[in-house]
């Protein structure tokens, strides 16, 4: 286990829903560090996802895109970054098959950017070890494939197999982080995540849209006959294990995160309606405005985690149960 101490972190995609989260939880628990949060704002990202933050003079906001080399390198130098973390990303799977160049310009070509001034910066000009200087990589569950009912969880050491755009341009991005600690000896680290939910996540997302038709009284769409399983971990969760693999992780090593919190996607529909039942009740419940919809093409079945290893290596573990974290999450979206 490491003892690393991060002070000037550049954290990318920091106004989308998970880096804002992350943002968040580092300035409320971690005094020593401050904060330059790139980000394109494309139109997954929001400045309103980052107001009254608990503090603002130890963070700093620059609006450009990580593929663009001559910027970052200026960012490195200007506020001597020693820890990069990497959330930005085009996220969306849907998005993914219909537009699929804007995730292999960000997620590959952005990453390469991003590990290529973190190199040159860090290695060549610095001469800076392992103790000095991080890149962690935020990556997801979706590049390890589909799993069938029976099947275990993923666990870190299982082979990739890639099956949308998505989760193509994810795992490359993520190869290509290997590959620059194991070429260069860049210090590395990468969390694969299960699916996240909590409040600043963009609309378009599963638990925004069942939340928002309740709240609209419209229909609540759900893919094929809605029994697709997701692993779901509320975001809080997901950056304080993002913040530990950072300070304690062991370079070069991949780490699963997830909440042991497998559901159908029917049921958590079916799950957002009793709450809202019991929130904001109606003559009808909110279970009427289900309706199945066609299957997303190539729509994986199942993605589990097996999160042992940060478990035991690290001692992390989830503190909100999807009773609490989803009870947060509808509240936030009806006060917001
Ligand atoms: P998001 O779509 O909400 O946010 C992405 C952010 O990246 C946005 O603010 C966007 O403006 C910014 N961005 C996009 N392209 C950019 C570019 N070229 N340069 C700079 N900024 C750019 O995504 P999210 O859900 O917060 O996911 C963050 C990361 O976590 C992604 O890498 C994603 O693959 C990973 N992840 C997400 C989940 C999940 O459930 N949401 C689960 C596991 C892993």
Redesign the pocket.
Known sequence: MTNYKPKNMLV?????????NFIRHALAHEPKINIIN?????????LKNLENLSAPERYHFVQ????DNALIKQIMQQHEIDTIV???????VDRSISLPIEFV???LL?TFVLLEAAKSFWLDTKKWDAQRCRFHH?????VYGALTPECPGFTESRAYQPRSP?SAS?AGSDHLVQAYHHTYRLPITIS??????GPY??AE?FIPTVIRSCLNWQAIPVYGNGKNIRDWLYVED?CAGVMRIIKQGKIGEAYNIGGDNEWENIKIAEYICAVMDRLQPRSVSYTSLIQYVTDRPGHDFRYAIDARKIKMELGWQARESFISGMEKTIKYYLNN
């Open positions: 990318t995609g920091g106004a989308g829903f998970i880096g804002a790139l980000d394109l704002l494309t139109y997954a990202g929001s450009g895109d990580i593929a990497h959330f930005a990303a085009e996220s969306h310009k960000t997620n952005g935020i990556s997801t569950d979706e998505y994810k694969n995540c299960s699916n996240n939910y996540q963009h997302k997901h």
